[in-house]
């Protein structure tokens, strides 16, 4: 598994590197570098905080008044978020690049409540709620959940933005799979079902979240701009 996120991380960072480095256009070196902020700060530095202190995370949630799914879905959540903060903060950096606020951007919007509120978490919640409703069934494999959480994102950021996300697999796997890590290691850690999930539960969680989110999208995109900035 180390080899695996060590690998993601180095195709990520080469692949990002080399664009911030070499890109002629001004607006793609700004977007790549803020790409680069969020690998090393969310992923690197966060993640790796949260790697390291597990068995104290994993301690507190199997001593914390909540049932296993509900301490996943809670978790995974306020990890999103802090997240979100890292983005909308890249977002915000644009002047180190030489750029105005909306000029080259990361996120939908430079305002931190909005993002989280109309167009990335309130998207993600549907998702995470199914896996948290499925663990009430069986147990899962917390790797393999946090494995199977960073493929959703990616082929979720295809769908939404283009399939040239997929290019940047590394990254986006990451990003999201360092979402669920932790939450998932608790929650399994404190779960007292004894069934194991079989390979199908896996693809059933994200199908289910998939069904789930499609209502949440429709609503948002019928309420509110689906950007908040003129098209890169």
């Not at 978790?75 to 909306?102: F, K, N």
């Amino acid at each position: 598994m180390r080899w695996l996120v060590a690998s993601l991380f180095l195709w990520a960072q080469a692949l990002l590197g080399a664009l911030c480095l070499f890109a002629e256009e001004p607006k793609l070196r700004a977007v790549t570098g803020m790409a680069l902020g969020v690998l090393w700060i969310w992923v690197a530095l966060i993640g790796g905080a949260l790697h390291w202190t597990r068995d104290r995370w994993i301690r507190w949630g199997c001593a914390a008044k909540i049932e296993a799914p509900s301490l996943f879905f809670v978790a995974t959540t306020l990890l999103a978020c802090v997240e979100e903060a890292v983005a909308c903060a890249m977002t915000a950096s644009a002047p180190l690049w030489g750029m105005r606020v909306g000029e080259a951007y990361i996120t939908a919007s430079a305002n931190y409540l909005d993002l989280i509120v109309f167009h990335s978490v309130v998207a993600f919640v549907p998702s995470i709620a199914a896996w948290a409703l499925w663990m009430r069934r069986v147990r899962f494999d917390p790797r393999a959940v946090s494995a199977v959480f960073g493929v959703q994102g990616l082929l979720g950021e295809s769908i939404a933005y283009g399939t040239q996300s997929l290019s940047n697999a590394g990254f986006w796997v990451l990003v999201y799979a360092t979402m669920a890590w932790l939450p998932a290691q608790m929650a399994c850690a404190k779960s007292q079902v004894t069934r194991r999930a079989r390979w199908w539960h896996y693809p059933a969680a994200v199908l289910t979240g998939w069904a789930a989110t499609v209502p949440v999208t429709i609503a948002l995109h019928g309420s509110h701009p689906g950007m908040h900035f003129a098209p890169l």
